[in-house]
């Protein structure tokens, strides 16, 4: 059975910095895609960024680029999204998210971890 569990939301000041991990068990983890949604309050769930099993692709939507980046460390079965200079619009619960392809991680994962907020605040 494969789990996600994000860690790292929080409370941060607009303008500073915050990093938040995945960890996937059950399963090997080099063969998924990883991606990140968000859904903020009375909005529907969005998709922020993604990264290949290996790496070496990415992409994110356009209101991030710039500012948030996305790595796995295949090692440590871990995926991290480093979101620089947050604003309050970024203020949602963030979703890590997994399939074995980055096209469909984009819009239709498999799998879904169960969330973590993250508020900003100016």
């Known amino acids: 059975q494969v789990q996600l569990v994000e860690s790292g939301g929080g409370l941060v000041q607009a303008g500073e910095s915050l990093r938040l991990s995945c960890r996937v068990f059950?399963?090997?983890?080099?063969?998924?895609?990883m991606g990140w949604f968000r859904q903020a309050p009375g909005k529907e769930r969005e998709f922020v960024a993604g990264?290949?099993?290996?790496?070496?692709?990415?992409v994110s939507t356009d209101s991030v680029k710039g500012r948030f980046t996305i790595s796995r460390d295949n090692a440590k079965n871990t995926v991290y999204p480093q979101m620089n200079s947050l604003k309050r619009e970024d203020t949602a619960v963030y979703y890590c998210?997994?399939?074995?392809?980055?096209?469909?991680?984009?819009?239709?994962?498999?799998?879904w971890g169960p969330g973590t907020q993250v508020t900003v605040s100016s």
């Open positions: 059950g399963r090997t983890f080099s063969w998924f895609a």
């Open positions: 990264i290949s099993g290996n790496g070496g692709s990415t």
């Open positions: 998210a997994a399939h074995y392809e980055i096209e469909k991680v984009t819009t239709a994962p498999a799998f």
